[in-house]
């Protein structure tokens, strides 16, 4: 890694704000095609934000409206993943998954997730039944499911380390310690000004800033001069907590095991690392907004979770959890709200040209992270 701890002066073309997944593909994209990109990060370490604290499911694209850049972008993206990950030597596994139905009103649910799973291009879906469910996974009582063979896992970290590879190999440059906390439009571009992390602070000017700041990409709009209520591009922070189990536990899993969706999350899924280790999450709590984000995860919810789980795994009770770790959704809807998008735009249409957005860049941000940069790719070879 070549980061360096002061920022190299200005003559960059593009700006990239955040070093988590998304800036990092954004960078690797960019730098690729023969554009000079600094990286400017405020934390010591790259993938230190939302791409530490989730679930590194590869998803395969089933749960998104038809023609959203959610559906559009995890479909294109997975195979990107897949093949990427071939590539560099990234570890993947292409577990499957399935999505459960624990009683007969959900075996609906089961068919109109495969109808868009197909309407949005997914291959390898699958209806299965009570016994088919039974001798794949047989501690898993369902009265059907539905298989998705494409979905997998992936090591987040080395994939953040890979596309950093990538970015620097084509002359991209990496910068921590650097929180961008003011932005000013000039005649051909942007001005920023940057604080240290060593309590100095300094400007440089770029002709393209890209925001890829995770939790904080509402607040980096703000700094653009974009009204982000006006837009729907305030984020909401919504908490996620995960369990695991304990070992020794005697349940044993060998693809993702999620229940049917619910409005705000995914349901509370079991998932399976890298090492076989399964952890349970995550939850759906809106919070409010606050530096440092609190991560810990409340013990007492291991009950609420067991209850939750235990509609599909029966011998779950709550002794086998231990709390595990937290993680936050930038969501785009408030509490109660319904389906809201990535956005994934340049603000030219609101007199912020040259200031390429990334905000609610939740799940499957994860998943979607290549085909995101190819689309940002895009805009700026317009
Ligand atoms: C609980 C949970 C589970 C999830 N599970 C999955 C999953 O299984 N599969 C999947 O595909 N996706 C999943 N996701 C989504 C995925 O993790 C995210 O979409 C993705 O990690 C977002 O990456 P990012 O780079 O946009 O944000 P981040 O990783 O947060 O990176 C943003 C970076 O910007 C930096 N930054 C912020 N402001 C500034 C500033 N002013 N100056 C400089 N730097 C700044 C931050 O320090 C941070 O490092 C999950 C998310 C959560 C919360």
Redesign the pocket.
Same mark, same amino acid.
């Given at each position: 890694m070549n980061a360096r701890s002061s920022v190299p002066g200005s003559g960059f073309e593009i700006v990239v704000? /955040? %070093? /988590?997944?998304? +800036?990092?593909a954004i960078a690797q994209a960019l730098a690729r095609v023969g554009r000079s990109v600094l990286i400017?990060?405020? !934390?010591a370490q =790259? %993938? #230190?934000? =939302?791409?530490?604290?989730? #679930?590194? @499911?590869?998803?395969a694209g089933l749960y998104y409206p038809t023609g959203s850049l959610k559906a559009e972008l995890?479909v294109a993206g997975r195979e990107r993943l897949y093949a990427w990950s071939k590539e560099k030597r990234v570890e993947t596994r292409r577990l499957g998954k399935l999505i459960v139905a624990t009683h007969e009103g959900e075996l609906e649910v089961l068919d109109q997730l495969l109808a868009k799973g197909q309407a949005n291009g997914v291959a390898g879906l699958e209806l299965i039944d009570e016994a088919e469910v039974r001798r794949l996974e047989p501690d898993v009582r369902a009265r059907g499911a539905l298989h998705s063979k494409e979905t997998g896992i992936v090591d987040g970290q080395a994939l953040c380390l890979s596309l950093l590879a990538a970015a620097e190999s084509k002359g991209a440059v990496l910068s921590l310690g650097? #929180?961008?906390?003011s932005l000013t439009p000039r005649s051909f571009g942007w001005r920023l000004d940057i604080s240290r992390g060593d309590g100095g602070s300094e400007e440089i000017d770029a002709g393209c800033v890209i925001d %890829?700041?995770?939790? !904080?990409?509402d607040? @980096?709009a703000t700094l653009a001069g974009l009204d982000v209520d006006a837009l729907g591009w305030r984020q909401f922070w919504c908490k996620?907590d995960y369990f695991s189990l304990v070992p020794a536990s005697r349940i044993s899993l060998g693809r993702l095991i999620y229940p049917v969706p619910g409005t705000a999350g995914l349901g509370i899924h079991a998932?399976l690392d890298l090492a076989g280790r399964v952890r349970f +999450?995550?939850d759906v709590e809106y919070v409010e907004k606050v530096d440092p984000p609190d991560f810990g995860v409340d013990p007492a919810k291991a009950v609420l979770f067991s209850k939750s789980i235990r509609r599909y795994l029966p011998s779950l009770g709550p002794e086998k959890l231990r709390p595990d770790y %937290? +993680? =936050?959704?930038p969501k785009r809807a408030a509490e109660g709200g319904s389906f809201e998008d990535f956005v994934v735009e340049e603000a030219s249409s609101y007199a912020a040209p040259g200031f390429i957005a990334?905000i609610g860049?939740? #799940?499957?941000?994860?998943?979607?992270?290549l085909a995101i940069a190819d689309r940002v790719a895009e805009m700026i070879s317009d």
């Open positions: 704000i /955040g %070093a /988590g997944v998304t +800036g990092l400017l990060e405020r !934390d =790259i %993938a #230190s934000g =939302i791409t530490s604290r989730n #679930s590194e @499911v590869i998803h995890c650097q #929180s961008v906390r %890829a700041a995770g939790l !904080d990409a607040r @980096v996620g998932t +999450g995550p %937290a +993680g =936050i959704r990334c860049i939740e #799940s499957p941000g994860l998943t979607a992270a």
